[in-house]
């Protein structure tokens, strides 16, 4: 079983739409939490990160941890067309490297 | 914005071939990382550095080296290229007194012919 699991999609949404992300995990060590936001042919760039389980709000994002049931999620309200990217889940304990998900191919048609 | 900078973007080199990725930050972090991504595949980690002197495998490092001589500098050397190691190769860094995240760099496209 690999340590982080993340449908990579893709999908494809209209315009406005509300998008759900999500990634699972076995490692119960995991505190942290990040996702990243990948164009074609760039480096991943940080969109926000959470420590342990809860929700952050960051303008049209919402990260969510639910530790219990070892599940993350990234929803995009108001989805537009510049947010179509790859979307990759990412976690540690703090000390050790990141661990990542394959990642979610998003497109957003306008 | 994350000052990381990985040369060059775009490699073709041929079987054989020596090579060397190079992986610059300006941020002053102490751990740096290399990554490789497949399309629609995890990033793999390769190797990775807590500080000068000191450079760890990873998942996948078994014919790639790495040194770390300098904080900023942390290049990537294939001793003898192949076919198989063709990918996108990430360079990152991270700070200890800052937060647990990554900063990553544009990437090296790596095409072994």
């Known amino acids: 079983q690999k340590e982080v699991e993340q449908d990579p999609g893709p999908l494809s949404v209209p315009e406005g739409a509300i998008v759900s992300l999500n990634c699972t995990y076995s490692n119960s060590a995991f505190q942290y939490f ?13 969109l926000m990160y959470t420590y342990s ?6 303008g049209r994002f919402t990260a969510q941890v639910d530790k219990s049931s070892k599940y ?3 929803f995009i309200r ?3 067309p510049s947010d179509s990217a790859t979307y990759l889940c990412a976690m540690n304990s703090g000390n050790t490297p990141l661990v990542f998900g394959k990642g979610t191919r998003l497109s957003v048609i306008a | 914005e994350a000052d990381i900078y990985q040369t060059p973007r775009y490699l073709v080199i041929g079987t054989g071939k020596k090579i060397t990725l190079e992986c610059s930050q300006t941020m002053g972090h102490d751990k740096m990382y290399w990554y490789q991504q497949d399309p629609g595949m995890e990033l793999h980690l390769i190797h990775y550095s807590y500080g000068v002197n000191s ?10 080296t790495v040194s770390r001589i300098r904080t900023e500098h942390f290049p990537l050397t ?13 360079c990152a860094s991270s700070d200890d007194s800052g937060g647990p995240e990554a900063f990553f760099g544009q990437g090296t496209r790596l095409t072994v012919v």
């Open chain 1, 78 to 80: 108001d989805s537009q």
């Open chain 2, 78 to 90: 294939l001793e003898s290229a192949r076919p198989s190691h063709t990918s996108q190769y990430l």
């Open chain 1, 72 to 74: 993350i999620s990234l």
């Open chain 1, 34 to 46: 990040m996702w990243y936001r990948q164009y074609s042919r760039k480096g991943p760039e940080l």
């Open chain 1, 53 to 58: 389980s809860g929700n952050k709000e960051d």
């Open chain 2, 55 to 64: 450079t760890e495998k990873g998942d996948l490092s078994s014919e790639s």
